[in-house]
């Protein structure tokens, strides 16, 4: 039994799916929340409610289970205080999986993680990943870069606010930060390959796809798949910031949380080789898996539904 934290999330639904297709036993945990939570749908899979603060829930739902995989939908770190729970509520879920005998602890963070960063969405990946190392588990720590697909909230939010915009789309200046995105089916691929091998235990693995891009460049590609014209405007970092500031204090959910800053800043990027030489296989390009930004949907209500806090 493989037990998948953060179940509900764009990452979490992708691996549960593809897991499930791979005819493994899958248990979700599933963490109280007032916001709706969405599962993968179509498929079977067992599922166990429970706050990571719970430990007596969290060794219920360690029963029979040979591997965790954990996973963090940053859909949620907009949330007050999601980057130090996610640390606390990891080192649970560790005493939990000790109590019970589990081994094989696989724990997808960020590129660019560092204990010591100055920038919070990377100083807590890095806590974590030297966590779960110190565990004793047999752990495997896969570093994510930008991951993009149908439901994540990068490429789809650029191309809500862009479909409200007319003529300009500002973006951060994250001067030469440079980004690496990997589709979400290449993922769920190396996820996947992991469970299955002892020679990968005690390493991290950086993650990502075949092409650097910067920022700029990476919108423009977005752009220019769903067919929007806009002119990006590169807008400094505290005028950035400042404004992030304000839609937190005037929005019930921002469609750019401040974690974005660090992720725009930092940017995420690895050798272009290190999938094909972990996995064996080619990642999609950027330009190539990106046709989901060209289907019909209602994108502006979809930005008001994401904005009320109703997605």
């Not at 549960?16 to 248990?27: G, I, K, M, Q």
């Not at 919070?120 to 190392?133: C, I, Q, S, T, W």
């Not at 005037?250 to 974005?260: K, S, V």
Request: aromatic letters at 8%.
């Amino acid at each position: 039994m493989i037990l998948i934290t953060g179940a509900t999330s764009f990452v979490g639904r992708a691996v549960v799916t593809r897991l499930v297709a791979e005819r493994l036993d899958v248990r979700c945990l599933l963490r109280p929340s007032q916001r709706k939570q969405r599962l993968a749908t179509g498929i079977l899979f067992s599922t166990v409610s429970g706050s990571m603060g719970d430990l007596p829930a969290l060794r219920t739902a360690m029963q029979d289970v040979t591997a965790v995989v954990h996973l963090t939908g940053e859909e949620d770190l907009d949330r007050e205080g999601a980057l130090r729970s996610h640390v606390e509520d990891t080192s649970n879920l560790i005493t939990a999986a000790q109590d019970a005998g589990v081994r094989r602890f696989i724990y997808l963070s960020r590129l660019g993680a560092d204990r010591t960063s100055a920038y919070p969405l990377y100083r807590a990946r890095g806590e974590v990943e030297a966590m779960v190392r110190e565990s004793g588990f047999d752990v495997t720590v896969l570093q994510a870069p930008v991951i993009y697909g149908p439901e994540d909230i990068s490429t789809n939010v650029v191309v809500m606010v862009a479909k409200m915009i007319f003529f300009v789309l500002p973006i951060p200046d994250s001067g030469l930060s440079r980004f690496q995105p990997l589709w979400i089916v290449d993922l769920t691929t190396c996820i996947l390959a992991t469970l299955g091998r002892d020679d990968l235990i005690g390493q991290t693995i950086p993650l990502g796809g075949p092409e650097h891009f910067t920022l700029e460049q990476m919108v423009a590609e977005v752009l220019k798949a769903a067919g929007l014209r806009r002119r990006l405007v590169r807008v400094r970092m505290p005028l950035m910031q400042f404004t992030i500031t304000l839609l937190d204090a005037l929005l019930p959910r921002n469609p750019a949380p401040p974690w974005w800053l660090d992720l725009a800043t930092v940017g995420g990027a690895t050798d272009l080789m290190a999938i094909p030489r972990h996995f064996g296989f080619e990642p999609c390009r950027f330009s190539e898996c990106l046709d989901y930004v060209r289907r019909k949907r209602p994108w502006r209500r979809d930005l008001l539904r994401y904005v009320l806090d109703r997605a």
